[in-house]
């Protein structure tokens, strides 16, 4: 029988350590490496006893007292083990040892007894015998290091040890030498005994060990062998127990690190007439396993809280970032890795989803590689069952066309787990370690086990994922992709989404243009988060654009859309803000359904928030709203905000206005009003831009936590001037367009505008000819220079002008047919005295 090479290595060291032992130190020392390395219950070592008719017990390991008693002495023609290995010069293994049935004295049930004859050059002098459980035969290399450490000895051996005979010859007490001072003696416990007057009258071999040679210690008092061991500085308290045992009359138990040889004893003090034994057993390995067993019961309880810690990581990891996180806070430390990735099947590619401890360079080498190459990953992913390397080598033996990743990755050893989730194999998630790692049975067990839990968590956050990240592009596409560029303001706006939480906002804001130069600037918030939501502001986002365009004034078109509200939904609430800005006027009217009031930032102004409370939110709300109106001088800033930049769990609204008035102060005071049309931006959507983000910066830092969705929009407002605008009365009968045409014609020549001269002529007779033809007076005209020319008609009628598609042979009825086709966009709209008619022609 052969050993493997692991097993041959420690035999060699073994038997190296032992060489120079002899007696029963050698026997001692071979039995009690026989039996660890077979681990075994316990041992024995039989030598030839006089005149060859038995074999005497000489050293004993791990049995109690009462079975070594009973093997004290085997009959050499006996049936037992070690009596057969004797005679046959073989090993020799008997299971299932019981009294009475002829094969020697009983051992445990369910044991057995593998017995090592010991061969000199001479003769068999004995045999070295290992009780193992079960009752099976022992392993082929379990064999052969029994034999190894027994034919190791046996040459060592002399057929009457020297300190067997000094001691039975040497002690010159009746104790040592009777029949029970010789069991005494082979016993594997030490053991000696102390007069009346503490003086040592016998120690067998183990008690050398602990007091010294017999020579030097037997007719001398414990306290001078105390002394001279230094006992009594190491443990102060191990004379006043021997005392306390003999005057109790009580045996006395204790365990002690003998200061001599660093190992621990379980002592027994028995006190008998005139005298006191004591008994010392070596439970220096037994505390090891106790330990051991304790180390291993604390870490086994580390790691089922490790599994529970995340067990509860895992339900909360929502994103593939968390999930990623949670396995690689909870399952590295215990196992002492120091990287992971999870990799993704994705066709027939392999997807990187998340790293940890991984170089980068690494990770973008091997995202991307094809499932049909020869690798670990692919191997897991065709078997579905995890794959184990335990060194940089054995990836090289296993994997040649990868010899290069191991140091590319800067790893050397792995554990390729199985992502299952449902039976379908989703990917591999990937333990690494730093140096060479051989994960026992347990371990591999538990990390196959907690592969389970990581597939579940990563396939819910990689649908979470997909499903945030498709909401997300939702919500953003429902939201203005760029704010226009208008004369009369300057606008910049921010969305900060919030980050917690699993699903979307409802916040939305825009940018109208309105006829007359005029803008509407809008903000709202869709109560709650979700898809359902984002779609629900989308829908008013659409909803206000319509009804912008029909020219609402803000209480009207709040009124209009808290129908909407009330349509889509007993439960659905929205707040919003509707504002619009006339630049010929530099006024700003504004209605507010349930939404926190605008900042106003006049120059050389402090911050104001206008308005008063505002109506109850849409889908609660009852008509009419209240409408305010501020005047907004040029390089005014009006601020429009959603609750989730200035309220929080840690933040009351009132406190967050506060901190938002604080911020733009000092931000606009920066930015300066320096940004006036017709001069283009020149800084001033970059200073606005700037302000947004200091803006956020202030009161939204970026490592702060957020449950709810901001909103932000910024315009700084400019004023149409003066010259910019022209106006006059006309008459109310057929020379009204006459006097019109002579109006524009002269205008258009101040500023400079005379090639639009033939259009807008046109355009304006019409105008004007619709309003004498079906209204009434007064009748106005108004051209304002803008981003284009706008020409107005006013008149004091409710009656809108529609377009009539006449017939071939019909004299009338192309007016606004023609106002269609000549102007870039016309319209009509309300007025507090009728209505007006209006067109818009690009400047050239």
Same mark, same amino acid.
């Given at each position: 029988m052969g050993m493997d090479d692991a097993i041959a290595a420690r035999i060699r060291m073994i038997t190296e350590a032992g060489d120079g032992l002899s007696g029963?130190?050698?026997?001692?020392?071979?039995?009690?490496?026989?039996?660890?390395?077979? &681990?075994?219950?316990?041992?024995?070592?039989?030598?030839?006893?006089p005149g060859a008719r038995s074999l005497l017990l000489t050293a004993v390991h791990g049995l109690i007292r009462p079975v070594a008693r009973d093997w004290a002495e085997v009959e050499s023609a006996g049936a037992s083990a070690p009596a057969r290995a004797m005679a046959q010069g073989t090993p020799v293994w008997a299971p299932a040892l019981g009294a009475g049935d002829g094969t020697g004295p009983a051992l445990p049930a369910g044991s057995g007894l593998l017995a090592v004859p010991l061969i000199t050059p001479e003769r068999v002098t004995g045999t070295l015998s290992v009780l193992m459980v079960p009752a099976e035969r022992p392993a082929p290399e379990r064999w052969a290091a029994v034999e190894a450490l027994a034919a190791w000895a046996a040459p060592r051996l002399r057929e009457d040890p020297p300190d067997r005979k000094r001691d039975r010859d040497g002690t010159g007490t009746l104790l040592a030498d009777d029949q029970v001072g010789q069991a005494l003696w082979h016993m594997s416990d030490a053991f000696f005994a102390v007069d009346g007057d503490w003086r040592i009258t016998f120690v067998n071999g183990e008690a050398e060990r602990l007091l010294g040679a017999a020579r030097t210690t037997l007719g001398r008092t414990l306290w001078d062998a105390f002394a001279r061991l230094s006992v009594d500085e190491a443990e102060p308290d191990l004379r006043s127990r021997y005392r306390r045992a003999a005057e109790s009359g009580t045996p006395v138990g204790f365990e002690v690190r003998w200061p001599t040889n660093q190992r621990w004893y379980s002592m027994r003090l028995v006190p008998v007439p005139n005298g006191l034994t004591v008994y010392a057993a070596d439970i220096t390995a037994s505390r090891a396993r106790e330990a051991e067993r304790a180390a291993a019961e604390q870490a086994a309880a580390e790691r089922t809280a490790r599994i529970g810690e995340l067990t509860d990581a895992l339900a909360q990891a929502l994103t593939m970032r968390d999930v990623v996180n949670a396995i690689a806070d909870r399952v590295l430390p215990p196992f002492g890795a120091s990287g992971m990735v999870v990799q993704l099947i994705e066709g027939s590619v392999i997807r990187i989803a998340g790293a940890v401890g991984y170089p980068q360079p690494f990770l973008?080498?091997?995202?991307?590689?094809?499932?049909?190459?020869?690798?670990?990953?692919?191997?897991?992913y065709q078997t579905g069952a995890p794959a184990f390397v335990e060194s940089a080598e054995e990836y090289?033996?296993?994997?040649?066309?990868?010899?290069?990743?191991?140091?590319?990755?800067?790893?050397?050893?792995?554990?390729?787990?199985?992502?299952?989730?449902?039976?379908?194999?989703?990917?591999?998630?990937?333990?690494a370690f730093a140096e060479p790692r051989r994960l026992d049975a347990e371990e591999r067990a538990l990390l196959t086990a907690l592969s389970g839990l990581m597939g579940q968590a990563i396939e819910r956050a990689r649908l979470y994922d997909v499903e945030h990240t498709r909401a997300k592009e939702l919500q953003r596409g429902l939201l203005p992709r760029a704010l226009p560029s208008l004369s009369s303001v300057t606008t910049a706006a921010r969305y900060l989404p919030a980050s917690e939480g699993i699903d979307v906002g409802?916040?939305?804001?825009?940018?109208?243009?309105?006829?007359?130069?005029?803008?509407?600037?809008?903000?709202?918030?869709?109560m709650g988060h979700g898809l359902?939501?984002?779609?629900?502001?989308?829908?008013?986002?659409?909803?206000?654009?319509?009804?912008?365009?029909?020219?609402?004034?803000?209480?009207?078109?709040?009124?209009?859309?808290?129908?909407?509200?009330?349509?889509?939904?007993?439960?659905? *609430?929205?707040?919003?803000? *509707?504002?619009? *800005?006339?630049p010929v006027g530099a006024s700003c009217v504004f209605s507010s359904a349930g939404h926190p009031p605008p900042a106003v930032v006049r120059p050389g102004h402090p911050v104001r928030f206008a308005g008063g409370v505002p109506d109850p939110p849409l889908g609660a709300a009852r008509p009419p709203f209240e409408t305010t109106e501020v005047t907004l001088e040029e390089g005014s800033l009006l601020v429009l905000y959603t609750d989730g930049l200035v309220e929080s769990a840690a933040r009351d609204i009132d406190r967050g206005m506060r901190h938002l008035a604080s911020a733009l102060s000092s931000a606009a005071r920066a930015s300066g009003p320096g940004d006036t049309w017709p001069d283009g931006d020149q800084g001033g959507h970059a200073s606005l831009e700037r302000l947004c983000d200091e803006v956020l910066a202030e009161l939204l830092p970026e490592k702060q936590l957020t449950a709810d969705d901001a909103a932000l929009l910024i315009a700084r407002t400019h004023a149409l001037a003066p010259d910019h605008i022209a106006a006059w009365p006309l008459s109310e009968g057929p020379i009204a367009a006459g006097e019109a045409r002579d109006h524009v014609r002269d205008q258009l020549t101040r500023w400079e505008l005379a090639p639009l001269t033939p259009t807008a002529e046109l355009l304006v007779s019409e105008l004007v000819a619709n309003a004498i033809r079906h209204g009434r007076g007064p009748v106005e005209l108004r051209l304002l220079r803008g981003e284009g020319l706008i020409c107005?008609?006013?008149? &004091?009628?409710?009656?809108?002008?529609?377009?009539?598609?006449?017939?071939?042979?019909?004299?009338?009825?192309?007016?606004?047919?023609?106002?269609?086709?000549?102007?870039?966009?016309?319209?009509?709209? *309300?007025?507090?005295?009728?209505?007006?008619i209006w067109t818009e022609q690009p400047l050239p």
């Amino acid at each position: 029988m052969g050993m493997d090479d692991a097993i041959a290595a420690r035999i060699r060291m073994i038997t190296e350590a032992g060489d120079g032992l002899s007696g029963p130190d050698l026997l001692g020392f071979a039995l009690d490496h026989a039996v660890t390395e077979t &681990g075994g219950l316990g041992g024995m070592v039989h030598l030839r006893g006089p005149g060859a008719r038995s074999l005497l017990l000489t050293a004993v390991h791990g049995l109690i007292r009462p079975v070594a008693r009973d093997w004290a002495e085997v009959e050499s023609a006996g049936a037992s083990a070690p009596a057969r290995a004797m005679a046959q010069g073989t090993p020799v293994w008997a299971p299932a040892l019981g009294a009475g049935d002829g094969t020697g004295p009983a051992l445990p049930a369910g044991s057995g007894l593998l017995a090592v004859p010991l061969i000199t050059p001479e003769r068999v002098t004995g045999t070295l015998s290992v009780l193992m459980v079960p009752a099976e035969r022992p392993a082929p290399e379990r064999w052969a290091a029994v034999e190894a450490l027994a034919a190791w000895a046996a040459p060592r051996l002399r057929e009457d040890p020297p300190d067997r005979k000094r001691d039975r010859d040497g002690t010159g007490t009746l104790l040592a030498d009777d029949q029970v001072g010789q069991a005494l003696w082979h016993m594997s416990d030490a053991f000696f005994a102390v007069d009346g007057d503490w003086r040592i009258t016998f120690v067998n071999g183990e008690a050398e060990r602990l007091l010294g040679a017999a020579r030097t210690t037997l007719g001398r008092t414990l306290w001078d062998a105390f002394a001279r061991l230094s006992v009594d500085e190491a443990e102060p308290d191990l004379r006043s127990r021997y005392r306390r045992a003999a005057e109790s009359g009580t045996p006395v138990g204790f365990e002690v690190r003998w200061p001599t040889n660093q190992r621990w004893y379980s002592m027994r003090l028995v006190p008998v007439p005139n005298g006191l034994t004591v008994y010392a057993a070596d439970i220096t390995a037994s505390r090891a396993r106790e330990a051991e067993r304790a180390a291993a019961e604390q870490a086994a309880a580390e790691r089922t809280a490790r599994i529970g810690e995340l067990t509860d990581a895992l339900a909360q990891a929502l994103t593939m970032r968390d999930v990623v996180n949670a396995i690689a806070d909870r399952v590295l430390p215990p196992f002492g890795a120091s990287g992971m990735v999870v990799q993704l099947i994705e066709g027939s590619v392999i997807r990187i989803a998340g790293a940890v401890g991984y170089p980068q360079p690494f990770l973008e080498s091997i995202d991307g590689a094809s499932i049909h190459d020869v690798s670990p990953v692919s191997e897991v992913y065709q078997t579905g069952a995890p794959a184990f390397v335990e060194s940089a080598e054995e990836y090289t033996a296993r994997y040649p066309g990868m010899a290069g990743r191991p140091a590319a990755a800067q790893k050397q050893a792995w554990a390729f787990l199985p992502l299952i989730v449902s039976g379908r194999n989703i990917g591999c998630s990937v333990v690494a370690f730093a140096e060479p790692r051989r994960l026992d049975a347990e371990e591999r067990a538990l990390l196959t086990a907690l592969s389970g839990l990581m597939g579940q968590a990563i396939e819910r956050a990689r649908l979470y994922d997909v499903e945030h990240t498709r909401a997300k592009e939702l919500q953003r596409g429902l939201l203005p992709r760029a704010l226009p560029s208008l004369s009369s303001v300057t606008t910049a706006a921010r969305y900060l989404p919030a980050s917690e939480g699993i699903d979307v906002g409802g916040d939305w804001y825009d940018v109208i243009p309105l006829s007359g130069a005029r803008v509407a600037l809008v903000i709202g918030d869709v109560m709650g988060h979700g898809l359902s939501e984002a779609a629900t502001m989308g829908r008013l986002r659409t909803a206000v654009n319509t009804l912008a365009e029909l020219e609402f004034p803000p209480a009207e078109l709040l009124t209009r859309l808290n129908d909407v509200v009330s349509e889509l939904g007993d439960n659905l *609430y929205a707040t919003c803000l *509707y504002a619009v *800005y006339d630049p010929v006027g530099a006024s700003c009217v504004f209605s507010s359904a349930g939404h926190p009031p605008p900042a106003v930032v006049r120059p050389g102004h402090p911050v104001r928030f206008a308005g008063g409370v505002p109506d109850p939110p849409l889908g609660a709300a009852r008509p009419p709203f209240e409408t305010t109106e501020v005047t907004l001088e040029e390089g005014s800033l009006l601020v429009l905000y959603t609750d989730g930049l200035v309220e929080s769990a840690a933040r009351d609204i009132d406190r967050g206005m506060r901190h938002l008035a604080s911020a733009l102060s000092s931000a606009a005071r920066a930015s300066g009003p320096g940004d006036t049309w017709p001069d283009g931006d020149q800084g001033g959507h970059a200073s606005l831009e700037r302000l947004c983000d200091e803006v956020l910066a202030e009161l939204l830092p970026e490592k702060q936590l957020t449950a709810d969705d901001a909103a932000l929009l910024i315009a700084r407002t400019h004023a149409l001037a003066p010259d910019h605008i022209a106006a006059w009365p006309l008459s109310e009968g057929p020379i009204a367009a006459g006097e019109a045409r002579d109006h524009v014609r002269d205008q258009l020549t101040r500023w400079e505008l005379a090639p639009l001269t033939p259009t807008a002529e046109l355009l304006v007779s019409e105008l004007v000819a619709n309003a004498i033809r079906h209204g009434r007076g007064p009748v106005e005209l108004r051209l304002l220079r803008g981003e284009g020319l706008i020409c107005e008609v006013t008149d &004091g009628s409710l009656t809108t002008p529609r377009i009539r598609h006449a017939s071939e042979t019909d004299e009338g009825g192309r007016g606004l047919q023609l106002v269609s086709a000549l102007s870039q966009r016309w319209g009509t709209r *309300y007025t507090p005295t009728g209505k007006c008619i209006w067109t818009e022609q690009p400047l050239p």
